[in-house]
């Protein structure tokens, strides 16, 4: 009795140790303490008593949120197994068993289940070994299972440890594939809770860099992945946008334009002035994707925007204070103005040339670079076409264009002063 109460004591520190001070529990200094917590917790997970397993599994999910060192400290002291075996049990060695319905399962202690998913869920974020040894357990099964439970808290947590599965390497993604994690996924889309919309577009982003094909048969699914951007939640437009950025990545032009037509051209750019920073980025990263090569297809579904605010648009993206959403807008126009001579033309009737020279001062690297591929690809012109070439020349030099690109050449570092000397080949 009395090393009960001694283990239910300590826990009790740990908890007001790490709740007070979630963000930042134990600083550097005080890491060395977690050899001795840790396992600490893990026997508290062990103990008969519900109250101590409780506590245990909240603090030791508390701590490993966000946090890759203390994972892997619980991932070299067994925290995993010990972790797993407080979820439900699923027999999946026959077909009759895997209709066992999770309710047969009751009595079910929401909350101690609800902290060994967000546990599971931290040490296999970044973990590849971890992940595997879900999958090894059947884990991937019973995840979704868990997610048509009746317990919400259950299904968000469930669904938070999916997302992180479809994360792994392209077989263990085929594996979730396989037991039919799109379907369920396309279900949870259509879910009254909008948490859980966006949990499960979030997976669906995991799963579409090599997957793609297979999400996009699924009609329905397809459907509410680009309804969702419509959505007056941010998280889920957000999460909608990177959905369907990741389909395209890789999609062939068939599957490209069938995305496109779908999402439209006009609703996408609405998304460039969206109230949150990373959605636009998004966007002009998913219209990146779809002018990256020619095809007939393309100038079909360009007839019916507004190129003029398009461009607008982009060009009100050139902000130095956001260097990743400038980087994204000056790659766009790259891709616009190598698309078709009518949408250079048109770049170079706006103020766009003086703005981009300037930032080739007191900007990162990455900018720089943006900046440089943008005069590299407004200057080329085919070789009947050299005049006009040629006075866009002057008109960048009168700039000051050649002479901060000779400095970056001589005086930059490693890529940016090669583009430079690159970029500098264009004016001659």
């Not at 209709?99 to 998913?117: I, T, W």
């Not at 357990?137 to 599965?165: D, M, P, W, Y």
């Not at 002057?394 to 901060?404: C, N, S």
């Amino acid at each position: 009795m009395c090393g009960y109460v001694l283990l239910s004591c300590k826990i009790h520190i740990y908890f007001r140790m790490v709740n007070v001070n979630a963000e930042k529990p134990f600083p550097p200094e005080h890491q060395y303490l977690l050899k001795w917590i840790l396992p600490t917790l893990i026997q508290g997970l062990k103990e008969e008593n519900r109250k101590v397993k409780i506590q245990a599994a909240s603090v030791l999910a508390m701590l490993l949120q966000g946090k890759q060192v203390f994972q892997k400290m619980a991932a070299d002291v067994g925290a995993l197994q010990v972790l797993w075996n407080l979820t439900p049990k699923f027999n999946f060695d026959k077909k009759e068993e895997e209709k066992v319905k999770l309710e047969l399962q009751l009595p079910l202690d929401d909350s101690l289940v609800y902290y060994a998913l967000q546990g599971i869920a931290s040490l296999i974020a970044y973990n590849e070994e971890q992940r595997k040894a879900i999958f090894d357990k059947n884990g991937h099964k019973a995840l979704l299972k868990l997610v048509g439970f009746t317990e919400l808290s259950i299904r968000q947590a469930a669904c938070h440890c999916l997302i992180h599965l479809a994360r792994g390497e392209k077989f263990l993604k085929g594996l979730l594939i396989e037991v039919g994690v799109i379907e369920v996924l396309n279900k949870l889309l259509n879910d009254k809770d909008e948490e859980l919309q966006v949990l499960a577009i979030s997976a669906i982003s995991n799963l579409a860099l090599e997957y793609q094909d297979k999400i996009c048969e699924n009609e329905r699914c397809l459907s509410r992945i680009i309804n969702s951007v419509d959505s007056m939640n941010s998280k889920l437009r957000y999460r909608g946008i990177f959905a369907i950025k990741n389909l395209l990545f890789k999609a062939n032009s068939e599957l490209k334009k069938r995305i496109t037509f779908k999402l439209g051209l006009n609703k996408l750019i609405t998304l460039f002035d969206d109230e949150n920073q990373q959605t636009q980025i998004q966007a002009i990263c998913t219209m990146r994707y779809i002018m990256h090569e020619k095809n007939d297809w393309i100038s079909e579904v360009l007839r019916n925007i507004d190129v003029d605010k398009l461009i607008e648009g982009i060009i009100r993206k050139i902000d130095k204070t956001t260097p990743n959403l400038l980087c994204q807008a000056l790659y766009l126009l790259c891709n616009m103005v190598t698309l078709d001579e009518k949408y250079k033309t048109k770049v170079w009737e706006t103020d766009l040339k003086e703005a981009s020279i300037s930032l080739l001062d007191g900007t990162e690297g990455s900018v720089k670079l943006a900046v440089m591929n943008f005069l590299i690809n407004i200057l080329w012109k085919p070789k009947d076409d050299q005049a006009n070439r040629e006075q866009q020349r002057r008109m960048l030099k009168e700039l000051g264009a050649e002479t901060k690109l000779n400095e970056l050449a001589k005086s930059g570092t490693g890529e940016v002063s090669l583009r430079a000397a690159q970029t500098l080949a264009y004016f001659n």
